[in-house]
């Protein structure tokens, strides 16, 4: 996640809050908001009652406690329902009993609409009733109902009319949803059955819903976070064209006055690029609109092959393809399914896109962690194998046996991790540019600060190792100490170092790294310890306040070394390319 460059987001639920509620209501032409249900016809509120309570997946009951009723279902649904039963009075349980289903189709994520044919009990008429995405619902219809209850037809001049009241509404960043009917005959019903498809032309329009889906508080600032971060946001939803590009604007993914030609489309018309066209144009998207699973997963494979990581947050079923094609597949906890949260590799627990940006800030500080625990890794192991080697070519035996080597390891694998791994993120680590896919772990800047660190290791306990008797006058043994003493203060020091891979100031909100701290004092007490008693153990020798003031002013130039070479520029270009390893080849039989 540290070296994410794209993230795809859904809409609902993750950038909005996923609290819908139903806003606009038209009938025919006309907004009902400042009517009651009683200005509605008996026949058209009749017909509404069926459209919304049988064709649904949500249901009402009446609570035994607190409010007179609760809703179960998707947020669509319970936004509808609660409309339905608030504003026109619908009575679910009366309605379930007057009227017995035949046929239900369900919701279609290509077609975005839901059907169902149902029978009254009292007189047999069949009705087919339609629900879904309102210029999907209405390129079905070929009537539609005034506020008197009169059937129009919908002619070319009427249709625009509502396609411009559809344009309103999604441009007021709602939902627009549409109910649609048309009463069938029993031969026609039984053709149904037989074909199993629900007759979907020729339908009478029964009115317009808008629901509102507020944006959760703090996304425009996480949106912001993520784009100043390097890390491109794509919104992809079911929502049409308007409504897709509103809320993308609220949220901060498009600008008020961008150019939104090629940043917004729907999932149809990338569908049908080409490859070519589709890698030439998926950069520039922002918006996806009416968009399927499928479009969904292209995209992710598009970006891929641009070289992009690529995080998708889903909560679907039909999300799972997406979320395992990701680099970073990241499910909604609340909202999410059990596909969803088994093909991802992280759960979002509270469904919020800020939670994305958390994530986001912990990959980086993770990924930046392991660098600094590897530059002081190699600077340790590059130090020690060069003295020893060096030693043992020259004069026949070694300054730091082997149980000397292995307390170094111990303490500098063990605790060096912990000091240096268990870092917080910083605000900080968002000031930069993704590391990408490409990227080498070790950086430039990396090899600088550990080839300075080790060079002056190797100086120092090289000088001591050929000069040291004669310098203090010691005999062999208390040099040998004088060197392993001052290579594990040399590493203690350097410890610092490593906290800061490129500002010079080390000490940095070192009092938040409290961890840090308790670490660097166990491993000075160790090496007291180890020093001074456990002679035998160790094969060292005591040393006297002088010698050990020695050995820590030797250690503690290691800072101003660092400091030194963090002002030296390197090179973007990775020092491995000049090597042309990449163009390397070996052939495996």
């Known amino acids: 996640m540290g070296s994410a460059t794209v993230i795809c987001t859904d809409k609902t639920g993750t950038l909005t809050l996923n609290q819908m509620k139903v806003t606009k209501f038209w009938l025919g032409q006309e907004s009902m908001e400042e009517r009651n249900s009683t200005s509605i016809s008996d026949n058209v509120l009749e017909l509404l009652h069926q459209g919304v309570g049988l064709n649904?997946?949500?249901?009402v009951y009446k609570s035994t406690s607190g409010p007179e009723f609760e809703f179960s279902g998707s947020p669509t649904e319970k936004a509808i329902l609660f409309w339905a039963v608030m504003e026109l009075n619908m009575d679910m349980e009366k309605l379930k009993q007057s009227c017995s289903i035949l046929h239900v189709e369900a919701f279609n994520s290509t077609k975005k609409r839901s059907g169902v044919s149902m029978r009254k009990k009292d007189d047999s008429t069949i009705n087919v009733h339609w629900k879904g995405a309102a210029e999907m619902v209405l390129a079905m219809c070929s009537h539609y109902y005034d506020v008197s209850g009169e059937i129009k037809v919908l002619d070319d001049v009427e249709r625009k009319k509502f396609d411009q009241m559809i344009q309103g509404m999604a441009t007021s960043s709602l939902r627009c949803i549409a109910f649609a009917h048309k009463q069938v005959q029993e031969e026609e019903n039984e053709g149904e059955k037989v074909n199993k498809n629900l007759k979907d032309s020729n339908l009478?329009?029964?009115?317009?819903?808008?629901?509102?889906?507020?944006?959760?508080?703090?996304v425009q600032k996480a949106v912001e976070a993520c784009q100043y971060a390097g890390v491109n946001i794509k919104m992809i939803t079911g929502d049409n064209v308007f409504t897709a590009r509103a809320i993308a604007t609220e949220c901060g993914i498009l600008r008020p006055n961008q150019d939104i030609s090629g940043a917004v489309v729907e999932g149809e018309e990338f569908r049908n690029y080409t490859p070519e066209q589709r890698l030439e144009k998926v950069d520039k998207i922002c918006v996806m609109a009416r968009s399927s699973p499928f479009d969904k997963l292209l995209m992710v494979q598009c970006l891929k092959q641009k070289g992009h990581v690529v995080a998708v947050t889903g909560d679907g079923t039909n999300d799972a393809p997406a979320l395992k094609e990701a680099d970073i597949g990241l499910s909604m906890g609340i909202q999410g399914t059990e596909v969803a949260k088994e093909s991802s590799d992280i759960v979002i627990l509270d469904d919020n896109f800020g939670s994305v940006v958390t994530v986001l800030k912990w990959g980086r500080c993770v990924y930046n962690n392991i660098q600094k625990f590897i530059q002081f890794q190699l600077t340790v192991n590059v130090a020690a194998l060069f003295i020893n080697f060096v030693a043992a070519v020259s004069a026949g035996e070694v300054p730091l046996t082997a149980v000397q080597l292995l307390w170094v390891n111990l303490i500098m694998d063990t605790l060096g991790a912990l000091a240096l791994a268990t870092e917080k993120p910083s605000n900080e680590l968002m000031q930069k540019p993704p590391v990408g896919r490409t990227k080498p772990l070790i950086t430039n800047i990396m090899w600088r600060n550990l080839l300075a660190?080790?060079?002056?290791?190797?100086?120092?306990?090289?000088?001591?190792q050929f000069g040291g008797k004669s310098i203090f006058g010691v005999n062999t043994n208390v040099n040998n100490t004088l060197i392993f003493n001052t290579f594990v203060l040399c590493q203690v020091f350097n410890e610092f170092n490593a906290r800061k891979l490129e500002k010079k100031n080390v000490f940095k909100e070192i009092h938040r790294s409290k961890l840090f701290l308790a670490i660097i004092g166990i491993t000075i007490v160790l090496q007291v310890v180890m020093v001074e008693f456990l002679k035998k153990f160790a094969g060292t020798e005591r040393l006297s306040w002088g010698q050990w003031g020695v050995c820590v002013g030797i250690a503690s130039v290691s800072w101003p070394i660092g400091w030194v070479f963090k002002c030296i520029p390197v090179p973007e270009k990775p020092f491995c390319s000049y090597l042309k390893w990449q163009n390397l080849k070996c052939v495996c039989k």
């Open 453 to 464: 660190q080790a060079f002056y290791q190797i100086a120092v306990l090289l000088t001591l």
């Open 204 to 218: 009478t329009l029964l009115g317009l819903v808008g629901i509102k889906d507020p944006c959760r508080p703090g």
């Open 56 to 59: 649904t997946t949500g249901t």
